[in-house]
């Protein structure tokens, strides 16, 4: 499984950027897959993930909304609201057989993307 992470950029404060996340090799619908975020000095954290239904970091919850593409194979991220402290980069991963109680843990997944920059100003 190869997954390409697109669609970052540099937006002010209360913006919108929209990131997708490309998956080849294997259906996204057979697929866990989840975004996570590291911004500098910081640990990666869970973002959002796409097993049956969509699951949310609390930080993001009402803000950022994820979305399943089986046709186009991809897993889209929305993401409105946009805070200076969203800044960072945004990985997307995917497993299979992860379990909705690890779906949180970075280590759960077994392919990554290359992040995408995501840069909010204030």
């Known amino acids: 499984v190869q997954l390409q992470a697109s669609g970052g950029g540099l937006v002010q404060a209360g913006g919108s950027l929209r990131l997708s996340c490309a998956a080849s090799?294997?259906?996204?619908?057979?697929?866990?897959i989840a975004w996570f975020r590291q911004a500098p000095g910081k640990e990666r954290e869970f973002v959002a993930a796409?097993?049956?239904?969509?699951s949310y970091a609390a930080s993001v919850k009402g803000r950022f909304s994820i979305s399943r593409d089986s046709a186009k194979n991809t897993v889209n991220l929305q993401m409105n609201s946009l805070k200076p402290e969203d800044t960072a980069a945004y990985y997307c991963?995917?497993?299979?057989?992860?379990?909705?109680?690890?779906?949180?843990?970075?280590?759960?997944?077994?392919?990554w993307g290359q992040g995408t920059q995501v840069t909010v100003s204030s």
């Open positions: 796409f097993k049956s239904n969509p």
């Open positions: 090799g294997r259906s996204v619908i057979r697929l866990v």
């Open positions: 991963a995917a497993g299979s057989g992860v379990i909705t109680s690890s779906m949180t843990n970075g280590a759960a997944y077994s392919y």
